[in-house]
């Protein structure tokens, strides 16, 4: 059973849909927004710095050196930390902490920040279909895609251009000592939606990119939903029906439209 304050967050948290339609307003009014996602990995980072806010953030609780490597955060001092992930969910336009949170406790992030009149459905980037995600590179014109993957990266670009005829710039991010250099990479490009991946000690470049007009979305690991993959599939599924297969799988994006556009990174 719910207690009265997890049966008011189920009442005050935004549908996957209906925080589409916000964000494709503010591309449309060329508003600023930024929505920041926060669950199990932050909740157990900012609850150990802020119990142990001097030196440098180490392997404990079951996070190893190999995921704090993964998720950027490898040699962070642990002060750092705990004030980015707090500046993140505090100065983003909408917070979307995990659901789970409502009943298992290690993802429960609702109580650690400021209270919010309204949140966002965590689960937003893995729930809009392809068709909603087209729609709003459309309206964007250009595209930014932070995330510390080159090859997604170039699938994202060539896809979007080749099926959408929209741009997507990429800045690389891994590790958080990159964070401010994207900032100001970001804010000079004039990508009007960005989508990032940045781990938990980098979210906080979404707030501050949105304030140059801009949309930022933090699509996490469900960033490789993000290529037009399943169109990528269909593509493929209709060259080999067409006896074109081998055509297709050295020129995949010529098979498509007769021109491939170059990469483009900032």
Request: with cysteine.
């Amino acid at each position: 059973m719910l207690t009265q304050s997890q049966i008011d967050v189920c009442r005050n948290t935004v549908s996957p849909n209906a925080f589409y339609h916000l964000v494709a307003d503010a591309l449309d009014r060329h508003e600023e927004l930024s929505v920041v996602r926060m669950a199990d990995g932050e909740r157990k980072l900012l609850e150990h710095c802020s119990i142990n806010p001097d030196g440098i953030l180490s392997p404990f609780g079951g996070l190893t050196e190999q995921w704090l490597t993964r998720f950027g955060v490898a040699g962070i001092p642990r002060a750092i930390l705990r004030d980015r992930i707090e500046e993140a969910a505090e100065e983003c336009t909408w917070l979307a902490p995990s659901l789970s949170g409502l009943t298992q406790r290690e993802y429960d992030t609702y109580g650690l920040f400021r209270p919010r009149d309204r949140y966002v459905d965590n689960f937003f980037p893995s729930l809009w279909d392809d068709e909603q995600k087209a729609q709003l590179f459309k309206q964007a014109k250009h595209v930014l895609f932070i995330h510390n993957s080159r090859n997604l990266a170039d699938a994202m670009q060539n896809r979007a251009h080749a099926y959408l005829g929209v741009k997507v710039s990429y800045l690389p991010l891994s590790n958080w000592v990159q964070a401010e250099g994207v900032i100001e990479a970001a804010i000079r490009t004039d990508a009007r939606l960005v989508l990032f991946s940045a781990g938990p000690a980098s979210k906080f470049i979404g707030p501050k990119i949105a304030r140059a007009g801009k949309v930022t979305l933090d699509i996490g690991q469900a960033a490789d939903r993000w290529s037009f993959l399943r169109r990528f599939e269909q593509e493929k599924a209709a060259a080999a029906q067409a006896g074109r297969l081998a055509e297709f799988s050295k020129r995949p994006y010529e098979f498509h439209n007769g021109e491939r556009k170059e990469k483009t990174t900032v």
